[in-house]
Nanobody
Framework: QVQLVESGGGLVQAGGSLRLSCAAS????????IGWFRQAPDKDREYVAA?????????EYAESVNGRFTISRDDEKNMVYLQMDSLKPEDTAVYYC????????????????WGQGVQVTVSS
């Protein structure tokens, strides 16, 4: 079992930046692929980014955030980060981190453990 807790959300103006953190406990953290997803009101949960296990040599981003968001991990600290720059109002959502042992990164069904989510609001 892996427990995940997100932090770092808040209210920011368009064009601003936020860094989300995901703290993990339990399990062998370095063995998990970690993904970030988001869910806006009345919309499905959507994929944002993911990073491979074992120090994160591979990273992948949704087209909507590519070039603006950066995912990273620190396995010594059991942490994953999502640096979000050039934020837009359409980035407003609850952001979730999740852990996976394998499968297509973009699919929520492949993630075994989820955090409780953190709100990000971008004002225009």
């Amino acid at each position: 079992q892996v427990q995940l807790v997100e932090s770092g959300g808040g209210l920011v103006q368009a064009g601003g930046s936020l860094r989300l953190s995901c703290a993990a406990s339990g399990g062998t953290f370095c063995h998990y692929i970690i993904g970030w997803f988001r869910q806006a009101p009345d919309k499905d949960r959507e994929y944002v980014a993911a990073i491979s296990a074992m120090s994160g040599g591979l990273r992948e981003y949704a087209e909507s955030v590519n070039g603006r968001f950066t995912i990273s991990r620190d396995d010594e600290k059991n942490m994953v980060y999502l640096q979000m720059d050039s934020l837009k109002p359409e980035d407003t959502a609850v952001y979730y981190c999740a852990a996976s042992i394998g499968g297509t990164w973009r699919l929520t069904k492949n993630y075994n453990f989820w955090g409780q989510g953190v709100q990000v609001t971008v004002s225009s």
